[in-house]
């Protein structure tokens, strides 16, 4: 088979996925398997996952191999997730990946999964070749803000201009969709009933989502030295949104409504299910017009911070095009308040498929791609790296 394939194996925190890549960028399979024992918790149990990825991956990764119609004798390299992430997670990925490359006498390649999430949108995305981009990776786990800069035609230098002081945009989603008595994950489910609410941008205010911006911005020195110089951050936080959500809930005594929501939803059987057309009209007469407000409310206080701290980054970082991935960037609010600051802003600005938002495999094996052609290999002590930061 003509090409270079890359085998992907993710498992950092609660999908186990396996994906084979050709040349960095075209998908041969792309297999995600999504653990929905966490959907009983209502957030991801650590050991549950672990055990999970144990009992899925050895399918899963055949899964991937079969449907590229590949076998191991085709492949040029295997790449796993090193970080961040749920360490035993982690590990049975590491594990996996280090063992059949040792079987299959190929060289390994460790991914970090930040990196993984800004491929998702590279691999399919060039921008024309322009550079610097500025990066958001949004998630359950991360809300990050990176200024991508191209050292050679192929590869990437990151460096984090911005990231969440508090919760991450994801999960400040998951936890007051628990609040309001919705399903886990939450986001999908909070976007599509935000469609069906009128935002009160008042009941947000903005400034209770403080902007941190910190740093000296360089005297203006020579070029380079002044880039060096410059350490402007645009942080951000979301935990108080989260905490003015729930006293509001509170103060309007919509708790025993919360309870029956959740109720109604468990003998629908809409407690672990997806929010598509069919689910959401049956789950809509469960909410009344205030709830349905309150999340629309939520999310555009969310989407325009969000907004906000990305397109202050680029204009201060003189950016030429803006890419935003991770699962929240299925988030259909956001995507078209970014797409339109960014025709304002004359920026190019892309975001991965939706099914490249969440977590996968695909684009680890397409973060590789750059390693493989640098002979960046990994040592066969490779180890997970549960705070392993990007830039
Ligand atoms: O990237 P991902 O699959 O896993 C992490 O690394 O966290 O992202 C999952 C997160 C969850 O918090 C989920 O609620 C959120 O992404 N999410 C959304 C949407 N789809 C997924 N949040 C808002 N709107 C969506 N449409
Ligand atoms: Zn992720």
Redesign the pocket.
């Known amino acids: 088979m003509p090409g270079t394939l890359i085998l992907g194996i993710e498992s ?2 609660d999908e186990t996925s396996a994906a084979v890549v050709r040349d960095g960028h075209e998908v041969l399979s792309n297999v995600v398997a999504s653990q929905l024992i966490h959907s009983n918790y209502g957030g991801v149990v650590p050991e549950l996952a672990s055990r999970e990825h144990l009992r899925a991956i050895v399918p899963i990764v055949r899964e991937a191999m079969l449907r590229a119609g590949v076998v191991y004798s085709d492949l040029a390299a295997v790449a796993v997730t090193e970080g961040p992430g749920l360490a035993g997670a982690l590990l049975v990925g590491i594990s996996f990946a280090k063992a059949l490359a040792f079987g299959a006498d190929l060289p390994l390649i460790a991914v970090n ?1 930040l990196e993984g ?1 800004i491929h998702a949108v590279l691999m399919n995305n060039e921008f024309d070749k322009a550079s610097p981009l500025l990066a958001l990776v949004v ?4 809300t990050h803000l990176y200024l991508a800069t191209r050292t050679h035609e192929q590869t990437w230098q990151y460096r984090n201009v911005g990231k969440t002081l508090d919760d991450a945009a994801g999960e400040a989603y998951d936890k007051v969709a628990k609040l309001l008595g919705l399903p886990y994950p939450g986001g999908p489910w909070m976007d599509a009933l935000a469609a069906h609410g009128t935002a009160d941008t008042t009941l947000f205010p903005f400034a209770q989502i403080k902007q941190k911006v910190t740093g000296n911005t360089a005297p203006k020195l020579a070029r380079e030295s002044a880039e060096a110089l410059d350490d402007m951050r645009f942080d951000m936080s979301f935990s108080g949104i989260k905490t003015a959500t729930r006293r509001y809930v509170e103060l309007h005594k919509m708790q025993p409504a919360i309870a029956a929501r959740e109720r109604a939803f468990r003998d629908l059987g809409l407690h672990k299910a997806k929010p598509d057309a069919t689910n959401l009209a049956r789950a809509l007469p469960q909410l009344d017009a205030e709830t349905l407000n309150l999340i629309a409310s939520f999310q555009n206080a969310v989407v325009k911070n969000l907004a906000r701290s990305t397109f202050n980054a680029a204009q201060h970082y003189g950016a030429r095009g803006i890419l935003v991935s ?2 929240v960037a299925a988030n259909s609010q956001l995507r078209q308040v970014f797409a339109n600051m960014a025709a304002t802003a004359g920026l190019p600005i892309a975001f991965p498929s939706i099914a490249l938002s ?2 996968n495999a695909a684009m680890i094996a397409a973060a590789a791609w750059p390693k493989f052609l640098a002979r960046h290999f990994a040592p066969d002590t490779l180890e997970p790296t549960p705070q392993l930061r990007l830039g």
């Open positions: 950092s925190c999964h999430h998630s359950g786990g991360h991770g699962g969440t977590d």
